[in-house]
């Protein structure tokens, strides 16, 4: 068993992240609050409801990150990694709550009427600030999320891309309503931004509940494959063939079993070696955990690897 230990400058980076993250949520709610007030806009109003779903996310993803870095304990052996799944569960149901409120103010506006749009130059500069702002945010956490392998962080991230995008329809929905005078364009657009914030915050949420029931990673187990291959195809060490590769993670934390075949004649000591070299290079490919690699003696009667050793697989 080869154990790759968490490194300790990416939980700096990660709580850094995570606390720049609530304080670019508060700057862009005060922004759209701003514009909101303003303009009296249905589709302000739902930008700036999503902006509180992104500061109650991101100080929801902070904490989540304080508690998965603790380390193992009696209660807890394999640590409290999977914390961040339910951080971005829980952000997952937050959005798709801002969507059905946001369809609940439009069919408000439609039964009731509404007020003209008002002060739209100002509005469109502060919504616009707003965009730039989270559009950066955004594709940093995403970054640093991957980069470390922070589910809550990617999250973070994911959700405020999906708000840049909303963002951008809201000020394409304010243009068209400065040019046209008609204010029902803008009730419209915050339909659709409702429908979306529904749809977005269902799959994350779905995503969420499925690492926590420990989904298999794809890309983890491409890269997993990727060297696994590499030794059956004869780079040293080499082996006959694998089999139930099975793997999980937590937060950051990785757990990678495999079953190893090589020749029946080879000796333990040699088996072991080549065990060891391959769950270290497993660990490289996707990260800080712990792989085993159980060996099995080869049982293919016509495995030219075995042949080669002096005796047949069988």
Same mark, same amino acid.
């Given at each position: 068993?080869?154990?790759?230990?968490?490194?300790?400058?990416?939980?700096?980076?990660a709580? @850094?992240?995570?606390?720049?993250?609530?304080? !670019?949520?508060?700057? %862009?709610f005060?922004?759209?609050?701003?514009?909101?007030?303003?303009?009296?806009?249905?589709?302000?109003?739902?930008?700036?409801?999503e902006s509180?779903? @992104?500061?109650?996310?991101?100080?929801?993803?902070?904490?989540?990150?304080?508690?998965? +870095?603790?380390?193992?304990?009696?209660?807890?052996?394999?640590?409290?990694?999977?914390?961040?799944?339910?951080?971005?569960?829980?952000?997952?149901?937050?959005?798709?709550?801002?969507?059905?409120?946001?369809?609940?103010?439009?069919? +408000?506006?439609?039964?009731?009427?509404?007020?003209?749009?008002?002060?739209? &130059?100002?509005?469109?500069?502060?919504?616009?600030?707003?965009?730039?702002? @989270?559009?950066?945010?955004?594709? !940093?956490?995403?970054r640093?999320?991957?980069?470390?392998?922070?589910?809550?962080?990617?999250?973070?991230?994911?959700?405020?891309?999906?708000?840049?995008?909303?963002?951008?329809?809201?000020?394409?929905?304010?243009?068209a309503?400065?040019?046209?005078?008609?204010?029902?364009?803008?009730?419209?657009?915050?339909?659709?931004?409702?429908?979306?914030?529904?749809?977005?915050?269902?799959?994350?949420?779905?995503?969420?509940?499925?690492?926590?029931?420990?989904?298999?990673?794809?890309?983890?187990?491409?890269?997993?494959?990727?060297?696994?291959?590499?030794?059956?195809?004869?780079?040293?060490?080499?082996?006959c063939?694998?089999?139930?590769?099975?793997?999980?993670?937590?937060?950051?934390?990785?757990? !990678? &079993?495999?079953?190893?075949? !090589?020749?029946?004649?080879?000796?333990?000591?040699?088996?072991?070696?080549?065990?060891?070299?391959? +769950?270290?290079?497993v660990? &490289?490919?996707? %990260? +800080?955990?712990?792989?085993?690699?159980?060996?099995?003696?080869?049982?293919?009667?016509?495995?030219?690897?075995?042949?080669?050793?002096?005796?047949?697989?069988?």
């Amino acid at each position: 068993m080869a154990t790759r230990a968490p490194d300790p400058t990416h939980a700096r980076r990660a709580t @850094n992240a995570a606390r720049w993250a609530i304080a !670019v949520g508060v700057l %862009g709610f005060s922004l759209k609050t701003a514009g909101w007030l303003l303009t009296g806009s249905d589709a302000v109003f739902s930008d700036a409801l999503e902006s509180i779903v @992104n500061i109650v996310a991101s100080v929801g993803a902070f904490l989540a990150l304080r508690y998965a +870095e603790r380390p193992p304990d009696e209660e807890h052996p394999y640590g409290h990694g999977p914390m961040e799944f339910v951080s971005a569960l829980f952000e997952g149901v937050l959005v798709a709550v801002a969507g059905m409120v946001v369809l609940t103010h439009c069919a +408000e506006s439609v039964y009731r009427g509404r007020a003209p749009i008002q002060e739209l &130059d100002l509005g469109l500069l502060l919504v616009g600030a707003s965009a730039v702002l @989270n559009g950066v945010a955004g594709f !940093v956490l995403l970054r640093i999320g991957r980069s470390i392998g922070s589910a809550a962080l990617e999250g973070d991230g994911k959700h405020l891309l999906s708000d840049l995008v909303t963002t951008f329809a809201v000020i394409g929905g304010l243009v068209a309503v400065r040019i046209t005078g008609e204010a029902w364009i803008d009730t419209a657009v915050a339909f659709a931004v409702g429908v979306l914030l529904l749809l977005v915050g269902t799959r994350v949420a779905f995503k969420g509940v499925s690492s926590i029931l420990g989904l298999q990673d794809a890309e983890d187990h491409r890269r997993i494959i990727t060297v696994l291959e590499r030794h059956r195809q004869g780079a040293d060490p080499a082996i006959c063939s694998y089999a139930s590769v099975r793997h999980r993670h937590q937060g950051r934390t990785h757990f !990678v &079993d495999m079953h190893l075949r !090589v020749p029946r004649t080879m000796t333990v000591a040699d088996s072991h070696e080549i065990a060891t070299r391959i +769950e270290r290079e497993v660990l &490289d490919a996707v %990260g +800080e955990g712990t792989a085993t690699a159980h060996m099995e003696p080869c049982g293919d009667t016509a495995c030219a690897r075995c042949v080669a050793r002096g005796g047949a697989g069988g």
